[in-house]
């Protein structure tokens, strides 16, 4: 399983908050773009 997937499905599954999502980007896990697939909103914090 990639980062994004992982992301994904943590997020899905309520164990990730938006900002640690949020944080995934920082770290160069997921792109801005996945952010906005997986969350639904624009990346902006």
Known sequence: MNKYEKVKRYFE???WSIERVANSVVKGWITVDE???????????
């Open 13 to 15: 599954n309520g164990l």
């Open 35 to 45: 952010f906005r697939e997986i969350t639904g909103a624009d990346y902006d914090i």
